[in-house]
């Protein structure tokens, strides 16, 4: 399975934005991270197949929502009230089987895309 991500850009502060990650196959639970510069993977939020059950890192709960539609295979997240410090590259990850596991980490994904900048101004 194949993940591209799209809808990165540059953004001023407070501006909204939604980033989208399409899996060329099956995929079980995604999840999107970043990595600011400089600094070190982190999770930002998590959904199942389902889109019952979704998880967020608290620097984004409140200002994101995840979502998927799996008849396109495709899962999104829209980012509201964005800060600076919330630039970064934006990666989507999936795992092809549904597995226990934390969404919060790496692990429990198998499938990677190449990630998506976002910057944004103040």
């Known amino acids: 399975v194949q993940l591209q991500a799209s809808g990165g850009g540059m953004v001023q502060a407070g501006d909204s934005l939604t980033l989208s990650c399409a899996a060329s196959g099956f995929t079980s639970k995604m999840g999107w991270f970043r990595q600011p510069p400089g600094k070190e993977r982190e999770f930002v939020a998590g959904?199942?197949?389902?889109?019952?059950?979704?998880d967020y890192a608290d620097s984004m709960r409140g200002r994101s929502f995840i979502s998927r539609d799996n008849a396109k295979n495709t899962v999104y997240l829209e980012m509201n009230n964005l800060r600076p410090d919330d630039t970064a590259v934006y990666y989507c990850?999936?795992?092809?089987?549904?597995?226990?596991?934390?969404?919060?980490?790496?692990?429990?994904?198998?499938?990677w895309g190449q990630g998506t900048q976002v910057t944004v101004s103040s």
């Open positions: 959904i199942n197949r389902a889109g019952t059950i979704v």
């Open positions: 990850a999936a795992s092809r089987f549904d597995s226990w596991g934390d969404y919060r980490s790496e692990n429990l994904y198998t499938e």
